[in-house]
C-alpha cells in the first residue's frame, strides 16, 4: 500500500471540472444536459475535452491519447476535478500509457465508476483517493437528480469525506431511459444484510466484479498482497448481472491465492438485475444468491471478515461516488457505513 493516501483537495462554487471520455462516449444530449446539471445544481464549471466530443471509433484506436488527455487534465492547475462521460469495456488498454509521476504530482479529484475503476484502481496504487461517479448515468437519467445522489454527489464534490452513509428510503434497478422524460418505478428499501460482529476500519479497495476480475486475470496493475493487509474489499457486479456462481469461482481463486484473507472487511454493492442486453434471466432471489455464494466463500477463506450487503453504490439507483482508497468503517452493531 502507499505509504500516504492523498485526497486531492475538493471542489468549489464555480470550479472547472474537465469532462473527459476515457471509456466510452455519450451522444451530445446526453453530455449537454449533464453538462448543465453541473452547472445549474452544482455550481460547477465543466470544461469539456476532446474526447468527450469524439465517436467510439476514434476512441477506440487512440488510447494513448485517451490518457494523454487524462494527465493534462491533472496537470491543469485551472482544473479542480475531472469527470468521466460514461463506462465502457476497454479502459485496462490506457493504462499501460499513463505515466504516475504527471498524475501524483498534482493529485485531482477524478469520478467515474465501471469501466473507469480500471483508472481508479491504478490510482489506488499511487495513493489516490478517487470518487464513483460519471456524466452518465450519473446526471442524466430521470426528470430530476434524486435527493439522495445529490446529497452525496455534494459531499464528494465539495467535501474531505462523504462521512457516514445512510440506506436510501429507496432504491431501483431499472434500465435508464435518457429519452422518456419518465421515472423510474422505485421500491422501498428493506435495509442493508450484514454478516460478522467486529467492527473494522480499512481503506477500499476493489469496484466493479468485472473490473476486478481483469486485473486478476492480467496480474499486471495489482498490489502486492501484503498491501491489501487490513483494507475492505468493494465489490458490485453492474449490468452484466454475472451468475452468482461465476462471482463465487472468482473470489474463490481470490482466496487459492492468498488474496481473500487479507481483507478486513467486504463492502457488496446493491446488484443491478436488469439489462437490455442480457442473455439470461435473473430469478427474483437473485440478490440473495448473491450473498449466499459470497459467504460460502468468504466462511471458508476469511471467517472472521465483517461484510454488508447491498450498500448504496454501483449499477442499481440510487448511489453514492464510492471512494476508492477512503478508509472506510464497517460498524455491524449499529449498522453504520462510515467514510473517514
Not at 461517479?133 to 465539495?158: C, G, S
Not at 458490485?236 to 448481472?241: A, G, L, M, N, P
Request: hydrophobic share 35%; charged share 25%.
Amino acid at each position: 500500500m502507499p505509504n500516504v493516501f492523498t485526497t486531492p483537495p475538493p471542489l468549489g462554487p464555480g470550479s472547472r471540472i474537465a469532462v473527459a471520455a476515457p471509456s466510452r462516449p455519450i451522444d451530445e444530449s446526453m453530455l449537454d444536459r449533464a453538462c448543465e446539471r453541473l452547472r445549474e445544481t452544482f455550481d460547477l464549471e465543466p470544461v469539456v475535452f476532446e474526447s468527450a466530443h469524439k465517436d467510439w471509433e476514434w476512441l477506440r484506436d487512440n488510447p494513448q491519447a485517451r490518457a494523454e488527455e487524462i494527465m493534462n487534465a491533472f496537470e491543469d492547475p485551472t482544473i479542480r476535478g475531472v469527470i468521466a462521460a460514461t463506462g465502457g469495456d476497454d479502459q485496462i488498454r490506457l493504462l499501460k500509457h499513463l505515466d504516475p509521476d504527471r498524475l501524483t504530482a498534482s493529485p485531482t479529484r477524478f469520478y467515474g465508476y465501471s469501466d473507469n475503476d480500471n483508472l481508479r484502481l491504478f490510482l489506488w496504487n499511487h495513493g489516490i483517493v478517487s470518487y464513483g461517479a460519471t456524466l452518465h448515468p450519473t446526471l442524466t437519467v430521470d426528470p430530476a437528480i434524486h435527493p439522495y445522489l445529490e446529497r452525496y454527489l455534494r459531499r464528494a464534490f465539495f467535501q474531505s469525506s462523504l462521512g457516514v452513509v445512510e440506506p436510501a428510503p429507496e432504491w431501483t434497478d431499472e434500465w435508464f431511459d435518457f429519452d422518456s422524460g419518465e421515472s423510474r418505478e422505485w421500491h422501498q428499501n428493506t435495509g442493508r444484510t450484514w454478516h460478522g460482529e467486529n467492527r473494522v476500519t480499512g481503506r477500499l479497495w476493489g469496484g466493479t466484479f468485472a473490473i476486478v476480475k481483469w486485473h486478476l486475470q492480467t496480474n499486471r496493475y495489482l498490489p502486492a498482497p501484503a498491501e491489501l493487509d487490513g483494507t475492505i474489499l468493494a465489490l458490485e457486479t453492474s449490468e452484466d448481472v454475472p451468475l452468482p456462481r461465476e462471482v463465487r469461482y472468482t473470489l474463490r481463486t481470490m482466496g487459492e491465492r492468498g488474496l481473500l484473507e487479507r481483507f478486513d472487511g467486504l463492502m457488496m454493492g446493491r446488484p443491478q438485475t436488469f439489462s437490455p442486453d442480457l442473455e439470461w434471466e435473473p430469478p427474483a432471489d437473485y440478490g440473495e444468491q448473491l450473498r449466499e455464494e459470497v459467504l460460502s466463500v468468504l466462511d471458508e477463506y476469511n471467517s472472521d471478515a465483517t461484510a454488508v450487503f447491498d450498500v448504496e453504490f454501483g449499477h442499481a439507483d440510487p448511489n453514492v461516488p464510492l471512494p476508492l482508497g477512503a478508509k472506510a468503517t464497517l460498524d455491524p452493531a449499529v449498522g453504520r457505513v462510515r467514510f473517514e
